[in-house]
């Protein structure tokens, strides 16, 4: 189960651009062993200058890097990586020739730095989890999302036949509320993200909804003082009849390409 906790890790996160087009998400959960965290970083900006190359050809949308809270070595993972697509196909692997974009990225470097790269990428860091989401519903979608951006990642399950009616709530009277928060600068943004392939009676989660702010400054002394209408009232209390919160867990933005 708590393999599964994890594939839902998102980030999230990635909610701050291009709110009005379609939005596609591969996680990668990585776990970095103790000592390795400086290899680590080393690959990932590695990876950085790669997935650059990767935008400026159409191939995605951005990538992000996050380091997720609670981060010990016998906590799971460490870091989250969101790589964001305009294209389901292109997200599920069609488009995109990595020799082509090393050669764009890394034109002077020889293969035998090229096969150290690859070797210390494998050495660094377990990659243990790739899944697939989709956005469907947000609220303060222009938010830019800087480095240091908070992220809270909140783990759903709609109970057996309330699929539709979960889904519901949360983009219309819950995104409401949202709205509200965003306006009175209580947080950056939120958004909701179903997973794209499914899922059985047994997966920890079926959505994700994803709240950011700015720093912790604000997720900590925000104001909560925003006044509620009577559907938006019920819908919290009842909210609870039609989903299972399952857990709840934290990012914070280290790196980001566009």
């Given at each position: 189960?708590?393999?599964?906790?994890?594939?839902?890790i998102?980030?999230?996160?990635?909610?701050?651009?291009?709110?009005?087009?379609?939005l596609?998400?591969t996680?990668e959960?990585?776990?970095?062993?103790?000592?390795m965290?400086?290899?680590?970083?080393?690959?990932?900006s590695f990876?950085?200058?790669?997935?650059?190359?990767?935008v400026?050809?159409?191939?995605?949308?951005?990538w992000?890097l996050?380091?997720l809270?609670?981060s010990g070595?016998?906590?799971?993972?460490?870091?989250m990586?969101?790589?964001?697509?305009s294209?389901?196909?292109?997200?599920m692997?069609?488009?995109?020739?990595?020799?082509?974009?090393?050669?764009?990225a890394?034109?002077?470097?020889?293969?035998?730095?090229?096969?150290?790269?690859?070797?210390?990428?494998?050495?660094s860091?377990?990659?243990?989890?790739?899944?697939?989401?989709?956005?469907?519903?947000?609220?303060?979608?222009?938010?830019?999302?800087?480095?240091?951006?908070?992220?809270?990642f909140?783990?759903?399950?709609?109970k057996?036949?309330?699929?539709?009616?979960?889904?519901?709530?949360?983009?219309?009277?819950?995104?409401?509320?949202?709205?509200?928060?965003?306006?009175?600068g209580?947080e950056a943004?939120?958004?909701?993200?179903?997973?794209?392939?499914g899922?059985?009676?047994?997966?920890?989660?079926?959505?994700v909804t994803v709240?950011?702010?700015?720093?912790?400054?604000q997720?900590?002394?925000?104001?909560?003082?925003?006044e509620w209408?009577?559907?938006?009232?019920?819908?919290?209390?009842?909210?609870d009849?039609?989903?299972?919160?399952?857990?709840?867990?934290?990012?914070?933005l280290?790196?980001?390409?566009r």
């Open positions: 189960m708590k393999k599964l906790f994890l594939t839902f998102c980030a999230l996160f990635t909610l701050g651009i291009m709110a009005q087009e379609p596609y998400l996680i959960l990585m776990k970095v062993e103790e000592g965290g400086e290899d680590y970083w080393e690959t990932e990876w950085e200058k790669l997935h650059q190359e990767r400026k050809k159409g191939d995605i949308i951005g992000d996050w380091a809270s609670p070595t016998s906590q799971g993972h460490q870091y990586t969101v790589t964001l697509y294209d389901p196909v292109k997200m692997g069609g488009g995109t020739d990595l020799d082509d974009i090393m050669d764009g890394y034109p002077n470097m020889s293969q035998f730095e090229i096969d150290k790269k690859m070797d210390l990428t494998v050495k860091r377990d990659l243990a989890v790739l899944v697939y989401f989709q956005r469907i519903a947000t609220a303060g979608g222009d938010y830019e999302m800087p480095l240091g951006t908070i992220a809270r909140n783990f759903m399950k709609a057996p036949g309330q699929y539709n009616a979960y889904e519901e709530m949360e983009s219309t009277i819950f995104k409401g509320i949202h709205e509200q928060s965003v306006a009175a209580s943004s939120w958004g909701l993200l179903r997973s794209m392939l899922y059985g009676t047994e997966a920890y989660a079926s959505h709240d950011m702010f700015k720093d912790w400054d997720y900590f002394n925000a104001s909560t003082n925003i209408t009577e559907e938006q009232l019920e819908a919290v209390n009842t909210i009849d039609i989903r299972d919160l399952k857990s709840i867990a934290f990012g914070t280290v790196k980001k390409v």
